[in-house]
């Protein structure tokens, strides 16, 4: 019923920035919360920020506060991940999810995009 497709991933050197984009198809109303994982090689995959579709409030890892800024385009039905003062340690793949609305699963996720920082 959703579709997650990302895009923006690249190679940046330390201390760039990098913005990444998440299109959701299929029925809106469906959508709780949409949000970023990430997961290093040898690593789990781990929670780096969420949104509230209804009003917009946002949640963040305590690793990327600060530095990272999450946000929603409505009419465009697009997330986006904008990545500051990035760091070796960001180095990753990182998913688009979404949640159904009333369900704290996150049961939506895109085909991940690779985010590389070099030292």
């Known amino acids: 019923q959703v579709q997650l497709v990302e895009s923006g991933g690249g190679l940046v050197q330390a201390g760039g920035s990098l913005r990444l984009s998440c299109l959701a198809s299929g029925r809106a109303l469906s959508i709780g919360q949409m949000g970023w994982f990430r997961q290093a090689p040898g690593k789990e995959r781990d929670f780096v920020a969420g949104i509230f579709w209804s009003n917009g409030n946002t949640y963040y890892a305590d690793s990327v506060k600060g530095r990272f800024t999450i946000s929603r385009d409505s009419a465009k039905s697009t997330v986006s991940l904008q990545m500051n003062s990035l760091k070796p340690e960001d180095t990753a793949v990182y998913y688009c999810?979404?949640?159904?609305?009333?369900?704290?699963?996150?049961?939506?996720w895109g085909q991940g995009t690779q985010v590389t920082v070099s030292s």
């Open positions: 999810a979404a949640t159904r609305n009333y369900f704290n699963s996150w049961n939506y």
